[in-house]
Nanobody, 122 residues
Framework: QVQLVESGGGLVQAGGSLRLSCAAS????????MGWYRQAPGKQRELVAH???????NYADFVEGRFTISRDNAKNTVYLQMNNLKPEDTAVYYC????????????????WGKGTRVTVSS
């Protein structure tokens, strides 16, 4: 069974930085797309950024050049470097993997981590 484990969240002051990591495990051969989503209190989950296995990236408009997504295919790990954080970035950040091929087959559905909380104080 594929599992995603996020780390790196925490409390930071406005203008600060955090680096989130998400490691996927479970006899994985490849993952087509890995990404980060976030959900603030009372709001719907929204895309932050995603990256393909070939390195193509896509960012939400609110990122405004402050975040960088990257991945290490050999380690099945995706990162999110967040700089110049704002109080409105406060949310639980979830890792997502889509198109996961393992030793046991292919799963086109999204696989989610349990999330890591990011709190930005003003």
């Amino acid at each position: 069974q594929v599992q995603l484990v996020e780390s790196g969240g925490g409390l930071v002051q406005a203008g600060g930085s955090l680096r989130l990591s998400c490691a996927a495990s479970g006899s994985i051969i490849s993952i087509t797309v890995m990404g980060w989503y976030r959900q603030a209190p009372g709001k719907q989950r929204e895309l932050v950024a995603h990256i393909t296995s070939g390195g193509s990236t896509n960012y939400a408009d609110f990122v405004e050049g402050r975040f960088t997504i990257s991945r290490d295919n050999a380690k099945n790990t995706v990162y999110l470097q967040m700089n110049n954080l704002k109080p409105e970035d406060t949310a639980v950040y979830y890792c997502d993997a889509r198109g996961v091929r393992t030793m046991y087959g292919y799963n086109g559905m999204d696989v989610w981590g349990k999330g890591t909380r990011v709190t930005v104080s003003s």
